[in-house]
């Protein structure tokens, strides 16, 4: 893979710094941000972490936290965006970025967890998948740590020997 760029890095940053103030917080540690590239100069418009053990929610992933706290915007300002995810996004967040037609999603890794990306391929999003080894490990550390909690946030059972 070719070195990231400018934009690339400090989306993957940005995501990767919320997955480990999660992480930090006892939550989920997936994080995710929405960068536009107006003009010349990449800007956050949003960062979120998933906080569903935190704020006891069902739905409150990465990438729905960065959306949220990006605010509304119009249909415009998305189509010239990238969303960031720290962990390929599973099908509830790969829905969200279709609904608003976010052309690129950039993955930190989908080692631990393939969610739908042959879906946003599917409908033309370009993914691409940078296998971070920080985001790796940081998500492989909590699976290891918070095996149940880890198989509610994928909507699975605990495997038996897991918890």
């Not at 300002?77 to 995810?85: H, K």
């Not at 631990?112 to 490990?137: F, I, S, T």
Request: proline share 5%; with cysteine; aromatic share 6%.
């Amino acid at each position: 893979m070719p070195p990231l760029s400018e934009a690339d890095s400090l989306g993957l940053e940005t995501a990767y710094l919320a997955a480990k103030r999660s992480y930090d917080a006892g939550g989920i540690p997936i994080g995710s941000c929405l960068v536009h590239h107006a003009a010349h100069t990449p800007k956050v418009l949003g960062k979120g972490c998933n906080m569903r053990v935190q704020k006891d929610s069902a739905t409150l992933h990465g990438e729905i936290s960065a959306l949220e706290n990006a605010g509304r915007l119009k249909a415009a300002v998305y189509r010239g965006s990238t969303i960031y995810t720290t962990l390929s996004p599973c099908i509830m967040c790969t829905g969200a970025i279709l609904l608003y037609r976010i052309p690129r999603v950039v993955i930190g890794e989908n080692h631990n967890y393939v969610g739908g990306e042959a879906l946003l391929k599917q409908h033309g999003v370009e993914v691409v998948v940078v296998d971070d080894a920080r985001c790796r490990e940081l998500m492989e550390r909590f699976i290891r740590e918070k095996p149940e909690i880890w198989y509610e946030d994928i909507g699975e059972e605990t495997p038996r020997g897991h918890t």
